[in-house]
């Protein structure tokens, strides 16, 4: 394998770099960014003062084996000293909260939670729980979210609990999302041991096995629940960027717009608004629509695939505010779709991380995400929608929900265009169409990033690595 070019330099892109960096089998690695900066959605402000503002992820989760794996890699970029650790003792992983019927409810957390009948909820959880092992399993190859929640687990929890997670995680509709593809580690539960509450406890199938590094078993022993960066989670791309650059077999191009893919007698010839590139294989990080565009012809069964899969736009508003204002400790709270359609819901990014906050003075900073899947019926076309009238529905928000009167001091609005990849109902069988149709047809290409098979940082990570490791045909 001579030259690899990757298209696309957000961290799947980037990841898929470095992993193939590290093979001697590869002579040349070409990542193709066509933006003005690498790192995609993991983006950062850092103002002068010290303060920390996040744009997209803000806390990344170290369970697992994805978990464990990006913090191997963290570790790899020589980046341990700069983790902000965020354990599940902590206040913000305690309490976690839901405005529902314009009040906000604490989400039941521990034995006792369970136990009893806590607002919003009409009934204790665990009676749930109890519904689950006694239903029988499904029999869908797919089920939306909010349906495979409301058989096994009762409608009143798919209707809040879910709901609002879906809007947090996906910023979607729990009524259209796909349970296999959203939430695999919920449907294989249920297929493998009957039940949700057994797969969970007892297992649910072997998964993909990643040895811990130190400070992946660090993590463990001191009860991580996510962690962060000190100077924010940018830092992750920023360090990996300056990994490939160091390492003398990637180049890597920003503004470099793919326009056109053409097999080629060796691969591929890649056309480049000012340039032409050659590859033997293209791992492509490119969101779904993007690569659609650039295919051939010859690849029209992936083309119509690849332009099925849904994203939504999320806006993102940073506010910083005077002083100690939350009349709660948390996490944040989410919103359902029955509250508030356009309020998707609210960080309060000073509880667990308040090494982002600046160093002179008491500060709150606050995060407000809004849209999705409702922000054009909600908010218009996000074309012609102003900052003015987001910030203003963002303040109003927290004014409304947290009690705050005072403006904040400093803000930032930020309008995620097509952020998140949207996993409707069947999502599983157009990847593994896609896939069989590469594979079929022999094709030099791979698929990662976020519109496959998993949107959180993790997820992108390991897909750059699993890519890699199947291009090589060896672990890296």
Known sequence: MRTVAVLGGGIGGL?????????????KVILLESSGRFGGWLWSTRRSDGAVFEHGPRGIRPAGAVGKNTLNMVEDLGLSGEILPVTYSHVAS??????????????PSGPSGLLRTSPP??????????RDILVKRGKQEDETIHSFVSRRLGGELADIAIDSLCRGVFAGDC?????????????????????IILGMLLGSGPGPVVPPGPLAQRSVTE???????????QSLPESLTDFLQRSGRVQLHSEAVVTKISPSETGWKIDLEDGVVSADHIISALPAKALSSALPPSCQP?????QDISTVTVAVVNLEYEGSILPVTGFGHLVPSSEDQGLLGVVYDSVPFPEHNRPEGHTTRLTVMMGGAWFQEVFGDPESVTEDGLLARATEAVQKHLGVT?????SRVVLQRDC??????GHYQRVESMRSFIKKNNLPLSLIGSSYDGVSVNDVIFGGRTAAEELLGSAV
């Open 15 to 27: 990841a898929a770099s470095y992993y193939l960096s590290k093979s001697p089998q590869v002579t």
């Open 420 to 425: 998140i990849p949207q996993y409707y109902l």
């Open 302 to 306: 992936i083309i119509k695939q690849l």
């Open 94 to 107: 305690k309490n976690r909260f839901l405005y529902v019927n314009e009040q906000l409810h604490r989400m």
């Open 175 to 195: 009524r259209k999302l796909s349970v296999r593809s959203c939430f695999p580690i919920l449907y294989n539960a249920e297929q493998s041991r009957g039940s």
């Open 406 to 410: 005072s403006a904040p001091s400093w």
């Open 121 to 130: 909820f009409t009934r204790p959880l665990v009676l749930s729980g109890v």
């Open 223 to 233: 009860s991580w629940a996510q962690w962060s960066l000190i100077r924010g989670l």
